[in-house]
């Protein structure tokens, strides 16, 4: 008679902890692992992980899945990556709380901040909620393939209280911290795992408007999390363009100080003051010995835009010649774009404007580059559009034109944006190793048309675990990193690690086959809106709470993902 659920057998365990690997059998029972080592007891299913690795599931703590997550029961493209668990609401943006007259200005920030279509948006809300603890009910009723931890956002709460005002960026009045504050606190002692917020002019609108919490001044940041901070629970999170470098570290950590609440904030290179990111991982790791957590989320590699004729961006997109074309399908459009007359007059007309995240950087040829497929996600300087125009004394737009038309219109270019400065990832590496970081960024949800960074997981174990020719990093290191310390970072110690008692999110993973495929565009979304997926090999199979719902690549059905209500 069978003693477990399910034992792998003879596999390499890297248990998340960021010990050494070693070799032995992992049991599952309920939902929970039962052993580690060598297990005796057999199991009623047993599978031969002899050549893999073993590994605990992967936990993504910055995705917007806010909108998806509501109408779709499989939280793809992050379980096709490992993931099993996913924390949205970050950057302060959201569905709820919400009155019915706020849901349209809800969905433009949304679809400025995210880059979700509206059309999807629209058709696929249900709205059957207005507070907080109403919309976590919503997500709780429908079963999904991963587990999901949702975050309060202060965008939603400052239009929800101050309407107008809110909007506009004025400033909050004692009653608006108040109350502000107590739904806070509310959602927290609902089940929300924090509460997050912005500070960067990049989050606009569809409409172009700044997101309202931009301006939010340190009693209303302050006020809040000191609320959330007497229940003793819950996480803070926080965006910022660092513009006063000294003034926004010191408002994180006061937010974190004074509420006694963990925070974590996002952590890039930018192009304009490429060495800020030390100070700011070394500041939270200064303040953390001190007392206070405070941690940086880093991504796996650059923050990349996808460019493409079905991508939101390509690089002739506000020529008004194109715009003619626009709509057409697109195999029509590419055998218009072929004809040498509209080609001369699209290029000759296109131009760039500042109307939402990223339009300008479409026409940055220095920086952008083939995409390939398998992608190559730190390509050498020398293969960018404009280092090849000037190989071949062509017009950069030029070159530009024909990389769109390749693979039958359907070719993405990639223009890495943040972690670049360098001209390769050597900055993210460091950024990895950094004591005060954590994976994070994937945006997984959002950026339908931009972004693909949902695989930042791949591009942990099979780029810089593997494959990068320097600097590689120990799979112990990152694996613990993805597993173990971003569960910390928001407050869920039941998972991250191979160990008894705690939940059995496990990955049996194939590293010598990992291999990340190039993003493709799918209408798939409500209203037949597009979105950018990608597939990996590798992930030989993925449980959540001991039931497999990732088999060789491929769903299994299985939904035992549930609503995380607070910290485990």
């Known amino acids: 008679m069978a003693e477990h659920d399910l034992v792998i057998r003879n596999g390499t365990i890297i248990d998340g902890s960021g010990a050494d690997r070693f070799g032995g059998d992992v049991a599952i029972d309920g939902g929970t692992i039962t052993a580690v080592g060598r297990v005796d007891g057999s199991g009623r299913r047993e599978i031969d992980a002899d050549g893999r690795a073993v590994a605990p599931g992967f936990v993504d703590i910055h995705t917007h899945y806010d909108g998806q997550a509501t109408w779709d029961g499989q939280l793809a493209p992050s379980s096709w990556h490992g993931v099993t668990t996913v924390v949205m609401g970050n950057c302060g943006v959201g569905f709820a709380p919400v009155f019915e007259h706020d849901r349209e200005r809800l969905i433009q920030l949304m679809e400025g901040v995210e880059d979700i279509p509206g059309t999807a948006l629209h058709e696929g809300l249900s709205w059957d909620w207005q507070s907080f603890p109403d919309y976590l009910d919503e997500l709780d009723r429908r079963p999904r393939d991963i587990d999901l931890g949702a975050q309060v956002p202060h965008g939603a709460l400052r239009l929800h209280v101050m309407g107008e005002r809110g909007a506009t960026q004025q400033p909050a009045t004692p009653d608006d911290i108040a109350e502000m504050a107590r739904l806070a606190a509310d959602a927290v002692r609902a089940g929300a795992l924090g509460f997050t917020t912005t500070r960067t002019v990049n989050h606009r609108t569809s409409l172009g408007e700044p997101t309202p919490t931009l301006q939010a001044e340190a009693d209303e940041l302050i006020g809040i999390a000191k609320a959330i901070g007497e229940l003793g629970t819950g996480v803070l999170q926080a965006v910022s363009d660092f513009d006063d470098l000294p003034g926004e570290i010191d408002l994180f950590r006061r937010m974190a100080a004074e509420s006694g609440r963990p925070i974590s904030v996002s952590v890039a290179q930018g192009p304009r003051r490429p060495d800020d990111w030390r ?91 083939r995409l390939g497929d398998p992608p190559d996600y730190e390509p050498d300087p020398s293969t960018s559009i404009a280092a090849t125009a000037e190989r071949e004394r062509r017009d950069p737009s030029d070159v530009a034109y024909d990389w769109l038309l390749e693979q039958d219109g359907t070719a993405l270019l990639y223009q890495p944006a943040l972690n670049w400065a360098g001209g390769n990832l050597d900055v993210v590496g460091e950024m990895l190793r950094h004591p005060a970081s954590v994976p994070g960024l994937s945006d997984g949800g959002a950026h339908v048309g931009t972004i693909c960074d949902v695989s930042f997981p791949t591009t942990l174990l099979q780029w810089w675990g593997r494959d990068r020719p320097t600097g590689r990093i120990p799979l112990e290191t990152l694996i613990a990193k993805q597993c173990r310390m971003t569960a910390e970072t928001v407050g869920l110690t039941d998972r991250g690690v191979l160990a008894p008692g705690k939940r059995a999110d496990v990955n049996i993973v194939d590293v010598d086959g990992l291999r990340l495929h190039a993003p493709e565009i799918v209408h798939d979304l409500p209203a037949g809106g597009a979105r950018l997926l990608q597939r990996a090999d590798g992930y030989d199979h993925t449980f959540v709470a001991g039931t497999e719902i990732m088999a060789g690549g491929h769903s299994t059905g299985a939904t035992p993902g549930r609503l995380v209500r607070g910290a485990r």
């Open 279 to 369: 100070d700011e991982l070394d500041a939270f790791a200064a303040a953390t010995a001190a007392g206070t957590t405070m941690r940086g989320q880093v991504g796996a590699r650059a923050v990349g835009l996808m460019l493409g004729l079905q991508a939101t961006l390509h690089p002739f997109m506000y020529s008004p010649v194109y715009g003619e074309i626009a709509d057409l399908p697109l195999p029509e459009r590419v055998t218009l774009m072929r004809d040498p007359d509209l080609r001369r007059r699209i290029i000759e007309t296109a131009r760039v404007e500042d109307t939402k995240l990223g339009s300008l950087a479409i026409q940055r040829y220095k920086f952008i580059f």
